[in-house]
């Protein structure tokens, strides 16, 4: 029998501030429903300069992985879209940071929003063929698209971090899936500019019409429909979105009470993401994390809808089965973390986001003094630059 490989463990960390929408909305001379209703946007995590895909990304880890599971690891795969170095992978830095047995491969791999997806089946393909080899996933993003733009109401920051193994004690990633890819221009960024050139309303029409065209694929492939899934999770660049995508796949001959269930378990799915905003690569997986932390209906055998998306454009739809016991290894209190970080007055935000590494004429960049520093509930943050080298320190 084909052994089952999943989800064994999924962490995620976020940065110690946030911006409330509605004070986005006053700065920016907007009604302030356009972000909350129109985008079902409540809050956007917001990075200081000490805070990068590698600190994020080794604190979500951090928080999962013992010294057992550290021996295990024989390949960190990073997927991201705020990549710190054009050469060297940010799964490289991460390996050294959590202390992973030295035999193991580190890379990182990009495209757009869907990178973690395909590092998702890269894991698995190579667990198949090592079955007591586990692997690190990680999914992390700062999604930032400049002050006074439309897509400013869209950013946030955070990384998930997920190890697979075989017999996973939370998720089963199932054989079945549908890739699409469309060489379209919605949503990129090139090397010469720090923020994404954005076609918004193309790239949620996009979205949503790989969606439909995917899924229909994926019921034709594997004659499958929507009674074979308990529930759906979707990439959330904003939560209304995922709004559109389930009310898309929802059939108009449906019965309410089938039609409520699904629209319930998709609002567990939001609770996360409206706190965070977008965070890219790792967006779908914390409306997954969302979903199985907060609802409480689902039980060991439900079957889960998963869509990728990344523009440019490549997507997927594919599906989990949860495993025996998978509440007792997921958090119940996580609502706490939220709660605790610190909000922000625009000015506040304004700075932060404008605050960039200034090295001086040896490449040295210290941060090592700031409150930004101390105040942070990760593990791990970006310290200083010495001679061009980012250097992160264990603070927890
Ligand atoms: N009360 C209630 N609702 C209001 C309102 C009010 N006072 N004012 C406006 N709205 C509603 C609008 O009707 C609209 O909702 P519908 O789409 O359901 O009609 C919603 O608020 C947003 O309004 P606009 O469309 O006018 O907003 P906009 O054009 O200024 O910006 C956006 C919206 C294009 C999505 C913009 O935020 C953006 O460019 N975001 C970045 C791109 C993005 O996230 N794309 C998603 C797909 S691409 C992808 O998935 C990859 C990725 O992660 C980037």
């Known amino acids: 029998e084909k052994i089952k490989i999943g989800i064994d463990k999924i962490g995620f960390a976020m940065p110690k501030y946030f911006l409330d929408i509605r004070d986005l909305a006053l700065g920016r001379n907007e009604n302030e429903n356009k972000f909350v209703k129109g985008l079902m946007q409540s809050e956007m995590s917001i990075t ?48 050294h940071l959590l202390d992973i047995q030295p035999f193991a491969r580190c890379i990182e791999i990009k495209e757009a929003c869907y990178g973690a997806t395909a590092a998702l089946t890269f894991a698995k393909n190579y667990i198949e063929k090592n079955e007591n080899a586990s692997v690190l996933v990680i999914a992390s993003d700062i999604a930032k698209y400049g002050i006074d733009t439309p897509g400013e109401s869209t950013q946030g920051a955070g990384s998930i971090a997920m190890l697979i193994k075989k017999d996973p004690k939370i998720a089963v990633i199932n054989d079945e899936n549908v890739c699409q890819t469309r060489d379209i221009m919605d949503f990129w960024r090139p090397n010469y500019s720090d923020f994404p050139i954005v076609d918004g309303h193309f790239s949620t029409k996009q979205y949503l019409d790989c969606l439909a065209t995917t899924f229909d694929e994926y019921k034709k492939r594997y004659n499958q429909d929507l009674s074979d899934f308990v529930a759906f999770c979707f990439h959330l660049p904003f939560p209304k979105l995922g709004l559109k995508a389930i009310n898309s796949l929802l059939e108009k001959n449906m019965e309410k009470e089938v ?28 409306s997954l994390l969302s979903l199985l932390e907060n609802c409480d209906s689902l039980k060991a055998g439900d079957k889960i809808g998963m869509y990728s998306y990344g523009s440019g454009a490549v997507c997927e739809f594919f599906n989990l089965t949860l495993a025996e016991g998978f509440k007792n290894h997921l958090r119940h209190d996580r609502l706490n973390d939220f709660d605790n970080r610190r909000q922000l007055s625009i000015n506040e935000y304004e700075n932060l986001f404008f605050e960039k590494i200034i090295l001086d004429n040896e490449g040295n960049c210290d941060f090592s003094n700031r409150k930004l520093i101390q105040e942070s509930d990760n593990a791990f943050v970006l310290e200083k630059v010495e001679n061009h080298k980012r250097i992160y320190k264990k603070i927890k």
């Open 48 to 95: 200081p300069v000490t805070e990068d895909i590698v600190s994020l990304g080794a604190s979500a880890a951090e928080q999962i992985l013992d010294e057992e599971d550290k021996k295990n690891i024989e390949m960190v795969i990073v997927g991201t879209e705020s990549g710190i170095d054009q050469s060297k992978a940010s799964a490289v830095f991460i390996h």
């Open 259 to 286: 039609k409520n269930k699904f629209l319930e378990k998709f609002h567990t799915s939001i609770i996360y993401g409206k706190r965070v905003g977008n965070i890219y690569t790792g967006s779908l997986y914390l």
